[in-house]
């Protein structure tokens, strides 16, 4: 479990299948990700125990909470190994209602900190759909900067990147 000013973050669990459901079938939400619309239940279903299992490798992703309603779940942050890929990079979505309050900065930093200081991942990347404003200046207000990789067979995405701070 990780805390910060505001926000309590934990290891996501299967019952987690809640808050993604909710933020994955929000035409708002998902504006911004992979695809541009709502997903579908069945990809929802299988996606949740991906992210369980990914723990496996020391990090994640994390359920964001308020400390001062702790059972409300808002969204998630966390960083992730790419399938079939030696990069890693960060995600992160809050409810609509949560979002523009400096709730993802706060949830990315930590996660971003909590990763590096496993010692398992020395660079960290970040995309942001073309046009996503918002996540394009959260990607920079973490530190990074804009990078030449391609992490996905996407033409839409902007990528950026971080290395572990010595």
């Known amino acids: ?3 910060t000013e505001r926000l309590i973050l934990t290891p996501v669990q299967l019952e987690d299948i809640d808050i ?45 909470s308020l400390k001062s309603e702790p059972t409300v779940k808002i969204g998630y942050a966390g960083v992730e190994q790419i399938p079939e890929s030696k990069y890693c990079d960060i995600r992160y979505g809050l ?6 309050k ?3 900065f706060e949830a990315a930093k930590a996660v971003l900190n909590f990763t590096f200081d496993t010692g398992k991942v020395s ?12 996540s394009e200046a959260l990607l920079k207000k973490l530190g990074m900067r804009s990078s030449s990789e391609r992490l996905y067979d996407n033409d ?11």
Not at 32 to 50: R, T
Not at 55 to 62: A, C, D, I, K, L
Not at 95 to 100: A, F, M
């Open 156 to 166: 839409d995405l902007l990528t950026f990147s971080i290395q572990t701070r010595l």
């Open 20 to 64: 993604y459901t909710e933020l994955f079938t929000s035409e708002e939400v998902t504006r911004y990700l992979p695809g541009g619309k709502p997903y579908s239940l069945e990809y929802i279903e299988n996606y949740v125990p991906q992210k369980v299992s990914h723990w496996s490798n020391g990090f994640g992703t994390f359920i964001v």
């Open 123 to 134: 660079d960290i990347y970040g995309v942001a759909v073309i046009g996503n404003l918002g």
């Open 102 to 104: 400096g709730y993802a």
């Open 1 to 3: 479990m990780l805390e």
């Open 95 to 100: 409810l609509s209602e949560y979002q523009g």
